[in-house]
């Protein structure tokens, strides 16, 4: 059975007071979920974040980023060691602030998500058309290839330590969510495209999560759709009672 997964994505928001402020406040929300539940502070907050949840064994700690390579001459950069010595475990690669404004390609998230299976670490792997792509009728093609682009030099065993999170670009952050059904339509295409390299009983195992605008008033009708497995959060992570609220439309 996969598992269902509700992920915040906090991106460049909260310095270390507000980071402790709305970890405690998750905290107090914390009950049992049948869905795995990870927040995703900045870098610099990390460590912090992890220290303050070591008691809670519901919510997991994540790295938005990471670089390629093991160590060296990379300034700004974070590797997966580091990562992994603070106690964070899973990366988010891919996301499309990564490749719209710090460039990141195909090629090259395809090298740190080797980097990241290398270190044992779980990768969340982000992908998604433009508008202009979904108002030519081209999201499959763009989404296929991304995933193809990316993934599928990898053996089948390492999809055990990947999860998809197909986030349309004109959904994040607009307010614009994809309805449940083109998030369905997506899913099932995605899973199949998993399935032509992989075979079903891979691609029935992986997690497919949807990310674009997600709010309480619409979790439940997405989560809904037997192909979507979960949820990458922006906006509404930020704020405690609207996070649980997403995690417990499971
Ligand atoms: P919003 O939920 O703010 O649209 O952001 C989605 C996202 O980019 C999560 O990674």
């Known amino acids: 059975m996969r598992k269902h997964i509700v992920a915040g994505n906090w991106k460049m928001n909260n310095d270390l007071a507000e980071t402790e402020t709305l970890i405690t406040a998750l905290k107090s929300k914390t009950k049992t979920t049948d869905a795995e ?3 995703a502070p900045a870098f610099t907050n990390l460590w912090q974040a992890y220290q303050t949840l070591k008691d809670n064994d519901v919510i997991e700690v994540i790295a938005q980023n990471m670089h390629a ?7 700004g950069e974070i ?8 106690g964070v475990n899973t990366v988010i690669l891919g996301h499309s602030e990564r490749r719209e404004y710090f ?3 195909d090629a090259s998230l395809a090298k740190k998500v080797d980097a990241a299976l290398a270190k044992d670490m779980r990768v969340i792997f982000c992908f998604g058309e433009e508008l202009a792509d979904r108002k030519s009728g081209n999201e499959e093609n763009i989404v296929g290839s991304q995933i193809k682009n990316a ?10 330590n990947i999860v998809l999170a197909y986030e349309p670009v004109w959904a994040i952050g607009t307010g614009e969510t994809a309805s449940p059904e083109q998030a ?25 999560l949807y990310g674009g605008s997600v709010k309480p008033a619409n979790a439940k009708e997405i989560f809904g759709k037997p192909d979507v497995d979960g949820g990458l959060i922006g906006g509404a992570s930020l704020k405690a009672e609207d996070f649980f609220a997403i995690v417990n439309a499971f």
């Open 37 to 39: 539940v990870m927040i």
């Open 69 to 75: 390579a093991t160590n060296g001459a990379y300034t």
């Open 79 to 86: 590797s997966a060691d580091m990562l992994k010595s603070i």
């Open 103 to 105: 460039k990141e390609t």
């Open 151 to 160: 993934l599928f030099h990898l053996d089948a065993s390492a999809f055990k």
């Open 184 to 208: 369905q339509d997506m899913h099932a295409f995605i899973r199949k495209t998993l399935a032509d390299q992989y075979g079903y009983e891979i691609a029935n195992e992986v997690s497919i």
